[in-house]
């Protein structure tokens, strides 16, 4: 199994609501990611999970709140978004976040519209 | 401030031939490299990687060059496929971050049959 799943696969929101993005991975990954893609634009690292730990912040707002329940799982909490925070949000994983360099496991991505 | 840039945003190519995607970076402390390839409604996934001991990287149709002294990297696929049609990222890391990836904007390939 080599597969990142990533759910919702498309969420439409409002500027008060507020919502979670999913990600789950179960190749014994020890490191999990948060990555923002616009629309011809690079992704953009948000957030890095380290055994289950918050090693990477890229001085994103608070409005987004990561959490890794357990070393399979990752969530996005999402609250009073912007119009602008309307983006593809990519999870990855690999086998951990540094001493070994490899490729990350990319999941579909779930494309946020926030209203 | 792009660390990782790729000038082309598009290339279009005939079946057989060979497709060459280039890409520069500016960080000396990049030491690895990946190419991933993405198509529409997919996350990106990994096709080839280089580190910055070597110049040359080959696998199959598709190989890695690296020139450290221009920060220069490109992607040759020979021969081109359709099925290659895709958004091709280059991408790099510092080892003392590890796996924390700077990805390029994207070249968009076309392989025209």
């Known amino acids: 199994d080599t597969e990142v799943t990533q759910t919702p696969k498309h969420l439409v929101m409002g500027m008060t609501n507020k919502k979670s993005l999913k990600c789950e991975q179960h190749?014994?990954?020890?490191?999990m990611y948060w990555y923002k893609q616009k629309a011809k634009k690079p992704p953009e690292l948000m957030f890095v999970y380290s055994y289950e730990k918050l090693s990477i912040n890229e001085s994103v707002p608070s409005r987004f709140s990561p959490e890794c329940p357990n070393s399979s799982l990752l969530n996005l909490h999402l609250h009073a978004l912007q119009p602008e925070d309307s983006a593809l949000y990519l999870c990855?994983?690999?086998?951990?976040?540094?001493?070994?360099?490899?490729?990350?496991?990319f999941g579909e991505g779930s494309r946020l519209t926030v209203l | 401030d792009q660390q990782v840039k790729q000038n082309s945003p598009s290339l279009s190519v005939q079946e057989g031939r060979i497709s060459i995607l280039n890409c520069d970076y500016t960080n000396s402390m990049f030491d690895y490299f990946l190419w991933y390839k993405k198509y529409p409604a997919e996350g990106p996934t990994f096709l080839i990687s280089?580190?910055?001991?070597?110049d040359k990287n080959e696998d199959g149709r598709f190989t890695v060059f690296l020139n450290k002294s221009a920060k220069h990297l490109s992607l040759h696929i020979v021969p081109s496929q359709p099925g290659d049609s895709a958004v091709y990222f280059c991408?790099?890391?510092?080892?003392?971050?590890?796996?924390?990836?700077?990805f390029g904007a994207g070249t968009i390939l076309r392989v025209k049959s």
């Open positions: 280089i580190s910055s001991i070597k």
């Open positions: 990855a994983s690999t086998y951990r976040d540094r001493g070994v360099n490899g490729e990350l496991f």
């Open positions: 190749m014994g990954h020890r490191a």
């Open positions: 991408a790099a890391s510092a080892g003392v971050e590890g796996n924390k990836l700077v």
